[in-house]
């Protein structure tokens, strides 16, 4: 009896074979035409914070910031985070 494949898939070596993950807050600022200013006051936060977020420069997302985001934004989540798989990853670079 042949040996049954384990359906899951092992992890790569480095954490950048995983994928990316793309956080759509510019865009979405720019098609509200609101300035990381205007969402600064109305979600309660920093500005370098949202700066961040804004250009894709974290590395561990916050619930609570992707909360307000999406309350103050009025959009879902899928709106403003994306997950890019490897494959793709590596067209786009």
Do not use: W
Not at 5 to 34: C, F, M, T, W
Not at 80 to 86: A, K, R, S, T, V
């Amino acid at each position: 009896m042949p040996k049954k494949e384990n359906p899951l898939r092992q992890l790569p070596v480095s954490s950048d074979g995983y994928g990316d993950i793309k956080i759509h807050l510019a865009e979405i600022l720019e098609e509200k035409n609101i300035s990381l200013n205007q969402l600064s006051f109305r979600t309660e936060m920093q500005r370098t914070q949202l700066r961040n977020y804004r250009d894709n420069k974290i590395q561990r997302l916050d619930i609570d910031i992707l909360k307000r985001l999406c309350y103050v934004l009025e959009c879902n989540l899928t709106d403003l985070i994306e997950y890019i798989p490897p494959e793709e990853t590596q067209t786009l670079q």
